[in-house]
C-alpha cells in the first residue's frame, strides 16, 4: 500500500497554512499581520496591492495552532468529499470566491483585521449538506446545518469576542449558493 495525495485542493491549502502559521512564530513574526488577513473598515486601500491580495490570501493566515487545526480538522474531514464530487478546479474556485467574499465583507463591516478559513469551513459545511441534492427537492440536511450552524453564529454574533462571527455567516451563504447553484455530476446525483 501507498500513501496518495488525494485531494489536491483541500492537503495543499492544508500544508500552506501550516508553513505560513510556522514561518509566522518561527522567522517572520509579521508575516500574517502583513500578507494573510485583510484590514478592517477604513484600513483598507484601494491603491494598495497587498490589500487586494489579502482578499484572497487571508484563509491562509491563522492567530495560533489552536485557531488552525479547528478548522484545519474540519477542512479534512469534509473536504476531500466535496473535492471529490465537485472537481479540484471547481472547488478552487469556491474556495476563491469564498474568501474574497468574505474578505470583502470584512472591509465593509468591521473594523478588525480578518484572518483564518473559517469562512471556507462553513462553506464547506453548508456544500456538504447539498451532497444528496436532487432538482426540485430542498434536503432537510441543508436546514438543519443552516439551524445548528448559522443560527448559532447569529447569535454569537452579538457577543464582544475576536470571532469573525460575520464571516462564517457569510461563508455559510456561499456554500448555500454554490449548493443550489452547482451542478452535482450525474453519476454521483443518481446514486
Given at each position: 500500500m501507498k500513501i496518495k495525495y488525494n485531494s489536491p485542493v483541500i492537503l495543499t491549502f492544508v500544508f500552506l497554512c501550516a508553513i505560513?502559521?510556522?514561518?509566522?512564530?518561527?522567522?517572520?513574526?509579521?508575516?500574517?499581520?502583513y500578507w494573510f488577513s485583510v484590514p478592517g473598515?477604513?484600513?483598507?486601500?484601494?491603491?494598495?496591492?497587498?490589500?487586494?491580495?489579502?482578499?484572497?490570501?487571508?484563509?491562509l493566515g491563522h492567530a495560533n495552532w489552536n485557531h488552525l487545526t479547528g478548522n484545519l480538522l474540519i477542512l479534512l474531514i469534509v473536504?476531500?468529499?466535496?473535492?471529490?464530487?465537485?472537481?479540484?478546479?471547481?472547488?478552487?474556485?469556491?474556495?476563491?470566491?469564498?474568501?474574497?467574499?468574505?474578505?470583502?465583507?470584512?472591509?465593509?463591516?468591521?473594523?478588525?483585521?480578518?484572518?483564518?478559513?473559517?469562512?471556507?469551513?462553513?462553506?464547506?459545511?453548508?456544500?456538504?449538506?447539498?451532497?444528496?441534492?436532487?432538482?426540485?427537492?430542498?434536503?432537510?440536511t441543508?436546514?438543519?446545518?443552516?439551524?445548528?450552524y448559522i443560527g448559532n453564529e447569529f447569535i454569537s454574533s452579538f457577543k464582544e469576542d475576536s470571532i469573525a462571527h460575520f464571516a462564517h455567516i457569510i461563508g455559510g451563504f456561499c456554500g448555500s449558493v454554490f449548493g443550489f447553484f452547482r451542478k452535482i455530476p450525474e453519476n454521483i446525483a443518481t446514486k
Open positions: 505560513i502559521l510556522l514561518l509566522n512564530q518561527l522567522l517572520f513574526h509579521t508575516l500574517i499581520q473598515r477604513g484600513t483598507f486601500s484601494t491603491k494598495n496591492l497587498r490589500n487586494w491580495i489579502d482578499l484572497f490570501t487571508h484563509v473536504g476531500p468529499m466535496l473535492e471529490n464530487i465537485y472537481g479540484s478546479p471547481s472547488l478552487l474556485f469556491m474556495m476563491m470566491i469564498t474568501a474574497f467574499v468574505t474578505g470583502l465583507a470584512n472591509i465593509l463591516l468591521s473594523q478588525n483585521y480578518l484572518l483564518g478559513a473559517s469562512g471556507i469551513v462553513f462553506m464547506m459545511i453548508l456544500l456538504a449538506s447539498f451532497t444528496n441534492f436532487r432538482k426540485g427537492e430542498i434536503p432537510l441543508f436546514i438543519l446545518v443552516l439551524l445548528f
